[in-house]
């Protein structure tokens, strides 16, 4: 296992800097002021205001930090030191207050032993954990009584179809069931494919919304809810396309499948 993580985090390292550069994160836009978590996150998780709020696998920290922008006292954590360190530079670059913890996830309790009102995380966290309930319980672990876990994900199904089929159509190229580790080839960053990196294999793990939503229960949380949605917050195959309300969707005459999940739970 040591082999995976090892090389996921020297991949990530190198995203930090690429996607903190990229227009897909447009973080000019946040250093102006805008924030960045979208409709739907806010919405379902609601006011934050006066809260603790823990976000795991919180990249460079832009998210973390709009959640303290609206009135949480944050906390990220991610296994990436160039990440934590972005994340750290922009919090004071900004002055905004913000605490982050560079652990691998599996070992934050050495480095983390508080409880939170929340625990938050999105959008492609998911594949990157051998382990669904191992999290599970460490997401249970740092909820008070009564505390909220919110996660908005993209939605297993959605991942067994290929993204490289450019007409609409849907081509099934993974098992759903498949638990064991997938090794991809890397070129540049999703949110920048043009990037050169050293790293050039990831390894992935797939949960179906079976495993991940009874993880969550062995681990002692109440499910407040689980939507499914048939749009997406990025370009997930070559034919949708972006709607004036920011998501990508679907073409017409093309059946709908479920592109992301968001799930609430309480302990």
Partial sequence: MDEYRNANRSLWDEWAHINANSKLYRLDEFRAGQNKLDALVTGELGPVQDQSLLHLQCHFGMDTLSWARLGASVTGVDFSPEAINLATRLSQELNIPARFICSELYDLPAHLDEQFDIVYTSYGVLTWLPDIRGWAQLVARYLRPGGVFYIAEFHPFAMV???????????????????????????????????????????????????????????????????????????????????????????????????????????
Wanted: overall charge negative.
């Fill in 161 to 267: 179809f290929s993204d490289a089929v450019s007409e609409p159509r849907w081509q099934v190229d993974y098992d759903y069931f498949d638990s064991s580790p997938m090794a991809f080839p890397v070129q540049g960053s999703y949110a920048d494919h043009t990037a050169e990196v050293k790293q050039t294999t990831s390894y992935e793990w797939q949960h179906t919304l079976g495993d991940i939503v009874t993880a969550l229960i062995d681990a002692g949380l109440t499910i407040e809810f689980l939507h499914e949605h048939d749009f997406t917050v990025y370009e997930m195959y070559p034919f949708v396309t972006r709607a004036e309300d920011g998501y990508w969707r679907l073409p017409p005459g093309l059946p709908r499948l479920p592109l992301m999940f968001s799930l609430r739970a309480h302990r």
